[in-house]
């Protein structure tokens, strides 16, 4: 059965350091998503993004995130410069298309910001 | 804003029990989700309800849908100790899925 595939599975990273979390969306998919959530918390929407461009993101993500779909693989999340509030677990989701429904999530990348 | 409140947050059970975990929302939407985490695992959806009055049922879990009370029920029948895990209702909302706080089951034999 086809998956959403996350990498890495844990980035430890130093505070004001650059980190991009990668994610393999499901094939044919098209619609994709990133969410947060911290430990012990709920799962917080960023940023979904549709035909090569962000349709919504939330407060969360200020202009220290930003994604790109860099082939038509690839889905990246990049922290330009982390904070000790972005240590979470961040999961990658997708979903097919118009008329479906199911958001597809990934296994995760634990960032751990010191 | 769309808020998402689920009740309870925390719920230990005896096997073979029947309990209902319940997930307002604040503000009309137009679909339901109800996903599983396991502790330090992914989200495994459950189900997906579309419409007023929707009912799914996969095993021991049946999820329900009444957008009129903006509320969405996820009943756990006979429960057994593999169905521990925390369970989270997600409204659609734009292009987003908005999640409650999740509700954490432990089911003791």
């Known amino acids: 059965e086809p998956e959403v595939t996350q990498t890495p599975s844990h980035q430890v990273t130093q505070m004001g350091q650059e980190v991009i979390l990668r994610c393999v969306p499901i094939s044919n998919h098209l619609y994709f998503y990133w969410y947060r959530q911290i430990l012990g918390q709920k799962v917080e929407f960023l940023v979904s993004f549709y035909n090569n461009e962000i349709s919504e993101k939330s407060e969360i993500f200020d202009d220290q995130f930003s994604v790109e779909r860099p082939d038509g693989s690839n889905f990246t999340l990049k922290i330009r410069s982390t904070k000790l509030e972005d240590s979470a677990m961040y999961f990658c989701?997708?979903?097919?298309?118009?008329?479906?429904?199911?958001?597809?999530f990934g296994p995760g990348t634990r960032l751990t910001v010191t | 804003e769309l808020k998402v409140e689920q009740n309870p947050l925390f719920l230990s059970m005896q096997e073979e029990k029947n309990y209902t975990i319940y997930c307002n929302y604040s503000t009309t939407s137009d679909r339901l989700y109800w996903y599983r985490q396991d502790p330090g695992k992914s989200l495994e959806s459950l189900f997906v309800l579309l419409s007023n009055g929707a009912v799914k049922q996969e095993g021991r879990l049946m999820a329900s849908l009444d957008t009129k009370a903006r509320l969405s029920t996820l009943h756990i029948t006979a429960a057994v100790h593999d169905l521990s895990a925390t369970y989270f209702c997600?409204?659609?909302?734009?292009?987003?899925?908005?999640f409650g706080q999740g509700t954490t089951l432990q089911v003791k034999p």
């Open positions: 997600a409204a659609h909302l734009g292009s987003k899925l908005i």
């Open positions: 989701a997708s979903r097919a298309g118009t008329g479906t429904y199911e958001q597809y």
